[in-house]
């Protein structure tokens, strides 16, 4: 077949017209829903989400919710706003942060770094991140914490599994307090919550079960990250947002999501995908990316890993029948 | 210190089968199976089997070592702790 550096290019507006055709008759017709509430951070998925939103429905039927605590961004409400104006829907803004204390998030956490930092201070800030190299070698994703205190010195250690699990338990509580503050709202007003999440997120497993993949609509899922750049583009969304680097917002110290969780460059990862996906040969996809073969088997072999590990996320409930 | 090759098999085997197998040690995989491949372990199971080699034989996969080539098979976990344990 043929594939070239423009493979992935997509005439956005006859996307953008097909998406708001499915949104409206997904609402209206499957959900039986009058309107879309989105939780928007200033990210590009839920931009576009929102904007999407807003030309399928109107405005006034759609409510982006910001959901910030005390790790969020400044930069989040800022930039969700100004989509908000631009685009002319409500917000609502929901702090969580209390919500999270009660639930212990915060302590939980922070009782899994000192298991492994005993110095850490809830003052110092905390990230996970995962190998970048993993064209380099065929590598498995391991996960290494690093703090950092107010005189921003650093230390970064390889996370024990007890630790690892003890902090994504306790930040995942935030995806879901979101996913429950949203359905308050969607539920409020009889209306439909829409996911953000793009394919890259998806199938890969980069949500989190019942927490920012808890939605009843989700437009994106089938896209690839750097599709839905090429959307924001046509439906001129914030500039800043378009040139944000992608972060996760959920630990105290920024981290990108390549940093956290994909490891490659989405243009990169989401043309080794394409490829793979349609049996172009290594090769050729090594011609067309300036890759060595070894370097587009590793990122095949990784996406492959990170899609078959992640299957449990995206299971329903399963029955006895 | 060489291994006994035949204990560090069964005794993977056996970890593999109480770890991830909920005890059921019916399952069938051959040593040369991948155990990401045959889902028998996830990302997550790789920590659980690194945590495992460290207390058991009592070594630490460096970050460089974190490749499936050393840890994604019975045969690829006995021929890295041989050369470790050597």
């Known amino acids: 077949m043929e594939f070239n550096k423009h493979s992935l290019d997509i005439d956005a507006a006859a996307v953008t017209d097909e998406l708001c055709h499915t949104i409206r008759d997904q609402i209206r017709s499957r959900l039986h829903r009058t309107g879309a509430v989105i939780g928007i951070s200033g990210g590009i998925d839920s931009t576009v989400t929102a904007a999407l939103c807003a030309r399928a429905l109107g405005p006034k039927r759609v409510v982006g919710i910001m959901m910030p605590e005390k790790d969020s961004s400044p930069a989040s409400e800022q930039l969700a706003r100004k989509l908000a104006a631009q685009f002319g829907f409500e917000t ?13 998030c915060y302590d939980r956490r922070d009782e899994a770094i000192r298991s492994v930092f005993p110095e850490f201070n809830s003052s110092w800030t905390a990230k996970i991140t ?45 995806q879901r ?126 996406i492959e890993r990170k899609i078959t590990a992640t299957e449990y996320l995206k299971l329903p409930p399963l029955h006895a029948d | 210190m060489a291994i006994d090759q035949a204990v560090v098999r069964k005794e993977l085997r056996q970890f593999i089968a109480e770890a991830f197998l909920i005890g059921d040690d019916q399952v069938e995989f051959s040593d040369s199976d991948s155990f990401m491949k045959s889902g028998i372990i996830d990302s997550t199971g790789v920590l659980e089997l690194t945590a495992h080699l460290e207390e058991k034989y009592g070594v630490v996969p460096a970050d460089a070592e974190m490749l499936p080539s050393n840890l994604d098979s019975i045969d690829n976990l006995v021929a890295f702790l041989q050369r470790k344990l050597a």
């Open chain 1, 130 to 174: 995962i190998p970048t190299n993993i064209l380099a070698k065929d590598t498995f994703n391991f996960f290494h914490l690093t703090i950092e205190n107010e005189a921003g010195e650093t230390k970064s250690k390889r996370m024990p599994l007890s630790a690892y699990l003890q902090i994504v338990a306790a930040s995942n509580l935030k």
């Open chain 1, 177 to 302: 307090l979101r996913m429950t503050t949203l359905y308050y709202h969607a539920e409020k007003r009889n209306w439909a919550v829409v996911g953000t999440g793009n394919k890259d997120e998806h199938e890969q497993g980069f949500f989190v079960k019942y927490g920012d993949g808890g939605a009843d609509l989700k437009p994106l899922a089938h896209l690839f990250k750097i599709q839905v750049y090429q959307l924001a583009e046509y439906l001129n969304v914030p500039r800043e947002i378009i040139e944000r680097t992608p972060t996760t917002d959920t630990y105290s110290a920024e981290v990108t999501q390549e940093e956290f969780f994909f490891g490659l460059d989405f243009y990169t990862m989401d043309m080794l995908w394409y490829a793979m996906e349609h049996h172009v040969p290594a090769e050729k996809v090594a011609g067309v990316l300036g890759l060595s073969v070894e370097q587009v088997l590793s990122g095949f072999a990784n």
């Open chain 1, 92 to 104: 609502v803004k929901e702090d969580i942060s209390g919500g999270l204390a009660g639930l212990g």
